[in-house]
């Protein structure tokens, strides 16, 4: 009895550290090419499973061969659509997520709470919530901070979950969700820095003042 509960206890270790694995993973990438070795023996697999009549497992071959192909040209699987309502809720699942909407189809808009928050990895967790649910080739994560108080800490950071940055999927519309263009805001900042303050400024022109003022005769 002892014996048989440790080899549960162990068993569930190993289940535990298998499942954090998976979860730090990073998300499926497309636009790779195909591994040829995976589909080589793919395309093997699926004749000798008609010729032996298991064709739910020939069916299985083909469908994960074209799932590849379709993955390398970054190409969405439309048998495969995500539920909008329930990507939502798996949203809302990752820590630092505030509140999740759909802007359409293809862009999901999360709100964090706090900069921390803004990040890559935030990301990659919600992706990841919604691998169970469809294809996330087809979804674009936009994160937005709800705390922010400056323009730069409203930016939006985008990906979709399987491409990089600036990176979309075939067909993909894309989506600026700042207020202010991110050109503008880089602008405007390379003007404030080379600007100097309101002080100086006012320093200057006094300066400027009192030299005109003793160079130039009384009436």
């Known amino acids: 009895m002892k014996h048989s509960?440790?080899?549960?206890?162990?068993?569930?270790?190993?289940?535990?550290?298998?499942?954090?694995t998976r979860s730090e993973k990073p998300p499926p990438q497309a636009g790779q090419p195909l591994d040829p070795l995976?589909?080589?023996s793919r395309m093997v697999a699926m004749p000798i499973a008609s010729a032996l009549g298991d064709e739910d497992a020939a069916k299985a071959h083909?469908?994960?061969a074209h799932a590849d192909l379709l993955r390398s040209m970054k190409v969405a699987d439309s048998r495969r659509p995500i539920d909008r309502e329930a990507a939502r809720a798996a949203a809302r699942e990752v820590p630092g997520v505030r509140a999740v909407a759909w802007v359409d189809r293809h862009h999901l808009l999360a709100l964090v709470d706090g900069q921390g928050h803004r990040t890559q990895k935030t990301i990659d967790g919600i992706c990841h919530r919604l691998e169970p649910l469809g294809d996330t080739l087809a979804v674009v994560v936009h994160l937005q901070d709800a705390?922010?108080?400056?323009?730069?800490?409203?930016?939006?950071i985008s990906r979709n979950c399987q491409l990089k940055?600036?990176?979309?999927?075939?067909?993909?519309p894309r989506r600026q969700l700042d207020v202010v263009a991110p050109a503008i805001r880089t602008q405007h900042r390379a003007v404030n820095a080379a600007a100097p303050d309101a002080e100086e400024?006012?320093?200057r022109?006094?300066?400027a003042m009192r030299v005109l003022e003793d160079s130039t005769p009384s009436m």
Not at 165 to 172: D, I, K, L, N, S
């Open 5 to 20: 509960a440790r080899v549960l206890a162990i068993a569930a270790a190993i289940t535990g550290i298998t499942a954090c």
């Open 38 to 40: 995976t589909t080589a």
């Open 62 to 64: 083909f469908d994960a």
């Open 147 to 156: 705390t922010a108080r400056t323009g730069d800490e409203l930016e939006t």
């Open 165 to 172: 940055p600036g990176e979309v999927a075939f067909a993909q």
């Open 201 to 203: 400024s006012q320093r």
């Open 205 to 207: 022109a006094d300066e």
